[in-house]
């Protein structure tokens, strides 16, 4: 449910920047300097803007639930815990840091900033829901050196296209309201250096995609994250093509601010599958043992 939450918020900050509704509460922490919510007079930009505020009191609590939950296991899977709190300090930081946005008039450096805290937030989430499902203890790499090495290359490649999308964004027509000063970059040259990280990055997938094929019966969750990676780069491509052809629709640019983060959610699960849990005591005669402390 974090793990949902986190990505609801991405979309409905995204929704509060589509819809020029950036600044529909003026102020922070308030709404307005007389009143704590939204009011009628304010119309649907304050519904929106104070809806998303909202929002994030759920992430929360719903943070904060999971923390509790891991509580009791902080000795045995202080891995789940350190995410846990991880994730409850990270949506206090990202109040923060939207209560400056708001203060500063929608910076469109500091709305980046904003995003990317959002993108780590989910990415933390979903190693969450990966390790969870794993045992504890010490993990060991599963797959080939080469194969783990194209793996963190194409994890920077994604850091990098997000990177330059958020720039993108900023000197695009999105800034969250009418007024908000924009960045001043080259918005159609921006687009141009967005798309050579993206286009990198589906070739680097394909070759991961080759690598995890090979040893689909041993790592079939390698296989499986891997193909989830390709699929979510192709409809962000393609969603990314049509925005950038088409006057950046706001639905468009909306689709594609969530399906970037989705796709930081699928990389850091096929990073993370490719270590295993190590096996504890073997013998030289148990090659299912070697194997996993060795390869």
Not at 94 to 116: D, K, R, S
Request: proline content about 5%.
């Amino acid at each position: 449910m974090s793990f949902l939450a986190e990505v609801l918020i991405i979309g409905t900050g995204g929704a509060v920047r589509l819809t020029g509704s950036g600044l529909g509460c003026p102020t922070w922490p308030t709404c307005t300097a007389e009143s704590i919510v939204n009011t009628p007079e304010m119309g649907i930009h304050g519904f929106i803007e104070f809806g998303n505020r909202t929002l994030t009191g759920l992430v929360g609590i719903l943070a904060i639930i999971v923390l509790v939950f891991v509580l009791k296991m902080r000795r045995e899977r202080r891995d789940l815990f350190v995410l846990a709190l991880v994730v409850v300090l990270g949506v206090v930081a990202q109040a923060l840091v939207g209560g400056i946005t708001v203060l500063t008039g929608l910076n469109p450096f500091i709305v980046g900033f904003h995003y990317v805290a959002s993108v780590i937030l989910v990415a933390v989430c979903a190693a969450f829901l990966v390790l969870m499902r794993t045992p504890g203890g010490p993990r060991a790499r599963a797959v080939t050196r080469a194969h783990a090495l194209w793996a963190h290359v194409a994890t920077a490649v994604l850091a990098l296209t997000i990177f330059f999308g958020i720039l993108t964004t900023g000197a695009g027509p999105h800034s969250g309201d009418e007024d908000a000063i924009r960045s001043g970059f080259d918005a159609e040259l921006l687009e141009h250096i967005h798309a050579w990280p993206s286009y990198a990055l589906f070739a680097l997938t394909l070759v991961l995609l080759g690598f995890a094929y090979r040893r689909r019966q041993e790592l079939p969750r390698v296989f499986g994250w891997t193909l989830t990676v390709l699929g979510v780069e192709i409809i962000q491509i393609a969603v990314g093509l049509f925005q950038a052809r088409n006057g950046l629709p706001p639905i468009a640019v909306g689709i594609h601010m969530v399906l970037a983060s989705l796709l930081a959610a699928a990389m850091t699960a096929l990073i993370l599958n490719l270590k295993q849990p190590r096996v504890a005591e073997f013998t030289p005669s148990d090659p299912v043992g070697a194997q996993a402390i060795h390869s």
